[in-house]
């Protein structure tokens, strides 16, 4: 059995991101979508342990003491933090998971694991983000602060492997889909199960 891919999603917020990997669970078998820990309050339709596990501020700090997250941030004044048991747990079971986090959450990753596949989700402009945070009625001060917020994660792209333009939520969907495909077939994922099987009979 192979090791489970770890595959990494940032964009900027109004970038679709969130609902991309949702999406793409449905899509493609055997991948899980990695549940965040978060001292932010639930959206109306949020479900606890589903889209977050949402905790207390104390509680986020005890978590961090006891070194429960791989990596943790503050983004837009919450705590956000990626548990390192089901990092270990996916690795371990070889059920590839899906990370939605910023970008300093991808970095700590790859200083600290140096493996994953790291796929970063955009509109084509600023005014298309523009547009989706307004449509979300967020309050003017936000959107100030989540376009100068996108502004630093594009300058951080470099980071990452795979860049989706999202234009159309279907084939973004559709091209995150086949990056998850084509990176199940690379030749250093498969050869060591592919030699113990192959020469058998059947
Ligand atoms: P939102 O509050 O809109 O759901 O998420 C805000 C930002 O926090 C998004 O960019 C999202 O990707 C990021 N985020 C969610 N979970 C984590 C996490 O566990 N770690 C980090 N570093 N960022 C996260």
Same mark, same amino acid.
């Given at each position: 059995?192979?090791?489970?891919?770890?595959f990494?999603v940032s964009g900027?917020?109004g970038s679709g991101k969130t609902t991309l990997t949702k999406r793409v669970t449905r899509v493609i078998?055997?991948l899980?979508f990695?549940?965040?820990?978060?001292?932010?309050?639930?959206?109306?339709?949020?479900?606890?342990?589903?889209?977050?596990?949402?905790?207390?501020? *104390?509680?986020? @700090?005890? !978590?961090?003491?006891?070194?429960?997250?791989? &990596?943790? #941030?503050?983004?837009?004044?919450?705590?956000?933090?990626?548990?390192?048991?089901?990092?270990?747990?996916?690795?371990?079971?070889?059920?590839?998971?899906i990370l939605d986090?910023?970008?300093?959450?991808?970095?700590?990753?790859?200083?600290?694991?140096?493996?994953?596949?790291?796929i970063f989700i955009t509109p084509?402009?600023?005014?298309?983000?523009?547009?989706?945070?307004? *449509?979300?009625? @967020?309050? !003017?001060?936000?959107?100030?602060?989540?376009? &100068?917020? #996108?502004?630093?994660?594009?300058?951080?792209?470099?980071?990452?492997?795979y860049?989706i333009i999202n234009n159309s939520i279907d084939e973004a969907v559709e091209n995150l889909a086949s990056v998850i495909?084509?990176?199940?077939?690379?030749?250093?994922?498969?050869?060591?199960?592919?030699?113990?099987?192959?020469?058998?009979?059947?």
């Open positions: 059995m192979r090791e489970g891919i770890i990494i900027p917020s078998d055997n899980r990695s549940v965040s820990y978060t001292t932010r309050r639930p959206r109306p339709g949020e479900i606890d342990g589903v889209d977050y596990r949402f905790i207390s501020k *104390e509680q986020f @700090e005890n !978590m961090v003491q006891n070194g429960r997250f791989v &990596e943790w #941030a503050t983004v837009h004044g919450n705590l956000y933090g990626t548990p390192t048991e089901e990092l270990e747990r996916a690795k371990s079971s070889g059920v590839d998971l986090i910023d970008v300093q959450g991808a970095r700590s990753i790859k200083d600290r694991y140096g493996s994953g596949v790291y084509s402009s600023v005014g298309a983000l523009k547009d989706r945070l307004v *449509e979300r009625k @967020e309050g !003017m001060a936000d959107i100030t602060k989540r376009l &100068e917020n #996108a502004r630093k994660e594009i300058e951080e792209i470099r980071l990452y492997d860049i495909r084509a990176e199940r077939c690379k030749r250093e994922r498969i050869i060591e199960s592919l030699k113990d099987g192959f020469w058998n009979d059947r």
